[in-house]
């Protein structure tokens, strides 16, 4: 299993970015995906999370209304549309895929398979 982000960048508050998860090793549509993130000196935080086995999906408070995440299983591909972007936003953002887990209400964040991350930096 690899997974390779991309997308990541420096925007200003307000701004937007659009982060893609390549995914090789399993399929799209059998499993559970989800982001997290993590800022430097603080704990891991769970984002959201997709599933097309059961169409569900999980969306962390903190991003509410501001994030999206959607599934191109065609492409093997998870994105997360980031909108409205904060500085509290600044992390490195990873994706990951809990197998066994098809259902994002049995979806661990961080557990299972991740990728290397990709930098979002929002600057105030």
């Known amino acids: 299993v690899q997974l390779v982000e991309s997308g990541g960048g420096l925007v200003q508050a307000g701004g937007s970015l659009r982060l893609s998860c390549v995914g090789s090793?399993?399929?799209?549509?059998?499993?559970?995906i989800g982001w997290f993130r993590q800022a430097p000196g603080k704990a891991a935080e769970g984002v959201a999370c997709?599933?097309?086995?059961?169409?569900?999906?999980k969306i962390a408070n903190a991003v509410k209304g501001r994030f999206s995440i959607s599934i191109d299983n065609a492409k093997n591909t998870a994105i997360l549309q980031m909108d409205s972007l904060k500085p509290e936003d600044t992390a490195v953002y990873y994706c990951?895929?809990?197998?066994?887990?098809?259902?994002?209400?049995?979806?661990?964040?961080?557990?299972?398979?991740r990728g290397k991350g990709t930098l979002v930096t929002v600057s105030s």
């Open positions: 990951a895929v809990d197998i066994p887990a098809m259902s994002c209400t049995e979806y661990h964040y961080g557990m299972g398979y």
């Open positions: 997709i599933s097309t086995h059961d169409d569900s999906t």
């Open positions: 090793g399993f399929n799209y549509s059998e499993y559970a």
